[in-house]
């Protein structure tokens, strides 16, 4: 890789260009963002060489194209690009849903172009912006890509080095197993922190609230610090995983409630007992 | 103050010794734990100074007693330490819900023992035990005494002064604000990360939700690692306060669930907005 494109230079943006540059994958950056401010700042920053007006101009010519928008603007960057798309080129995306892209691919183009593989590194922060950006946001760190039948076996391939000399942890999964595991371990805990953050924001006596709060809550509200925009597109580009999930949360919550009402020392204790063994279980897998 | 009981040598009550120790508060600790395995690590930690085999003994002779116990075992500790009870001694716990144990002392006492302030030092950790006990645990933390109107002014202004010397901020509460207040920022989201942490380990595929979960989750799950039998007893102790709240949360997930079905975008990004906004509140109150 030597020219890279980069559609979007928020947290995920900037520390892609971050990483390629100090890893020696990108000798000419450019990127388009829609924010013209954040734009400035990302070429005044030196995280990109040029800053594009479109799309399309961030793209031309480069050997990788990266989008990090939104999910929601997957439809209109996807089609701003579409006149430009070019064989030579390599397309991946960093967004958290992964079946909507794959349908969004098809409605743009009428096909699943072989040369773009879908990705997402399970990676981030509660920051935005070009300046939040790292560049070593994805060390360690694992990048599912969901690569389609119609997607270049080479394509996948060259992605999965890219990441890898990223420092990430690469590995295949189908676009809905994706959208189904994530929906469990990321889009329904934020969900929960900004239902809860929001109810405690509109409660009565709520500066005390907030200033008896501890780092239980600290650390349980910080995803809820996360940007607006992006998850109200994850939540609408994956509502037929999480509508699901919060129906099968209730319906937990409210037998735990019953538990709490009836005084059921012993249930409570078998559950929370189950619920520390998981975490455990977890803590053990992610340091794997 | 020179000679301190310890009743429960877990991580708070540990933490209570070490402090006092270190900031010269007390000459003699002596201490009672249920768990004879946890009460001998105490002593050879040198967190104790003796292990009394029973709550009277450790509280015979002090000039203050502190009880760390799970709030459900406050009825019978109390009950221990009834035949005991001495006026020159002065009394507190550590205990997250107050209202409880104010009825439990009528109950045990038939009246409310002028010498024993109820409390509640706002710190924690997801560990438990006595290794896990820290010198600074209280450090900047904030310690919310309730007093009752038959708590003695002296014994209530000997505490604050204790709990200062350990370098927390100290503020009176009614027992009943204390525990709606800490309902809605420690005890309901403490339930919220049980019961995701739980569904999440009763799923099929786990292995790999575990695996794909990130920073977020580990964030946000980190208190379903706390103490089972604490977190029972807290439960129960409040559940008068928790409950309703449940509904509320229920109500409010509800509606966003609607909301993400029906792909209503502009009023999920206002209610993650908000959210985002109400912790940015949070986090300038907790700062001060």
């Known amino acids: ?14 520390s892609v260009a971050r990483a390629a540059r100090l890893h020696g994958l990108a000798g000419d950056i450019s990127g388009f963002d829609r924010d013209a401010d954040n734009l400035a700042t990302a070429v005044s920053l030196g995280v990109l060489d040029r800053a594009a007006n479109t799309p399309g101009e961030a793209a031309a010519g480069a050997d990788l194209v990266v989008l990090a928008v939104p999910v929601g603007a997957m439809p209109s960057v996807l089609s701003e690009l579409k006149p430009y798309w070019a064989e030579s080129t390599l397309y991946t995306d960093v967004g958290s849903t992964k079946q909507a892209l794959v349908e969004t691919l098809q409605a743009v183009f009428g096909y699943i172009p072989s040369n773009f593989v879908p990705g997402h590194p399970i990676a981030g922060a509660e920051q935005s912006g070009v300046a939040a950006g790292r560049a070593d ?54 969900v929960l922190a900004f239902v809860l953050t929001d109810l405690l924001g509109h409660m009565d006596d709520q500066d005390a609230i907030f200033q008896y709060a501890a780092g239980g809550f600290r650390d349980f509200s910080r995803i809820a610090s996360s940007d607006p925009t992006m998850w109200r597109d994850i939540c609408v580009a994956n509502h037929a995983r999480i509508v699901p999930l919060i129906d099968d949360y209730c ?12 005084e059921s020392a012993s249930e409570l204790h078998d559950l929370f007992s189950h619920a520390r063994s998981a975490r455990q279980r977890f803590l053990n897998l992610s340091q794997q």
């Open 137 to 190: 946001l994805f060390d360690g760190k694992r990048v599912i890509l969901t690569p389609c039948p119609e997607t270049s076996p080479a394509a996948t391939a060259a992605i999965t080095t890219f990441w890898q000399h990223l420092g990430a942890i690469v590995a295949p999964m189908e676009p809905l197993r994706h959208d189904r595991i994530l929906a469990a371990t990321s889009h329904l805990p934020h």
């Open 1 to 14: 890789m030597n020219r890279l494109g980069i559609i979007g230079v928020g947290l995920l943006g900037s």
């Open 251 to 262: 319906r937990a919550l409210l037998a735990v409630r019953e538990l709490i009402a009836h």
